[in-house]
């Protein structure tokens, strides 16, 4: 009996660390399906832009996790890149009065 709850228990965890049940209805799979379009949306878009995201950022075989992942990445190459120019700004000729008239 006791071999026997300690299966029912591992099972039990195992099945709650899968998730929530698959949805029967239609509805519900279309939600099901939304959401998981909208986080691979939000991953790209965090890849992209350089932002953490801990659902992308897994360790290597030494256990240690990728400093820099996508738009990161891309970011400090042209920091890297544009560092030897300098002062120079590409917007010094503007002044607020141009910048709110492009607005």
């Given at each position: 009996?006791?071999?026997?709850?300690?299966?029912q228990k591992e099972t039990e965890n195992d099945l709650r660390d899968?998730?929530?049940?698959?949805?029967?209805?239609?509805?519900?799979?279309?939600?099901?399906?939304?959401?998981?379009?909208?986080?691979?949306?939000?991953?790209?878009?965090?890849?992209?832009?350089?932002?953490?995201?801990?659902?992308?950022?897994?360790?290597?075989?030494?256990?240690?996790?990728?400093?820099?992942?996508?738009?990161?990445k891309i970011k400090m190459n042209f920091y890297n890149l544009y560092?030897?120019?300098?002062?120079?700004?590409?917007?010094?000729?503007?002044?607020?009065?141009?910048?709110?008239?492009?607005?």
């Amino acid at each position: 009996m006791k071999e026997i709850r300690e299966k029912q228990k591992e099972t039990e965890n195992d099945l709650r660390d899968l998730g929530p049940l698959m949805p029967t209805g239609d509805t519900e799979k279309m939600q099901v399906l939304w959401s998981m379009i909208t986080d691979l949306i939000q991953t790209y878009k965090n890849t992209i832009s350089g932002k953490y995201d801990s659902k992308r950022y897994s360790s290597n075989q030494s256990g240690k996790t990728d400093a820099l992942s996508g738009g990161a990445k891309i970011k400090m190459n042209f920091y890297n890149l544009y560092q030897e120019f300098g002062g120079f700004r590409a917007t010094e000729e503007y002044n607020d009065m141009h910048i709110q008239k492009a607005i």
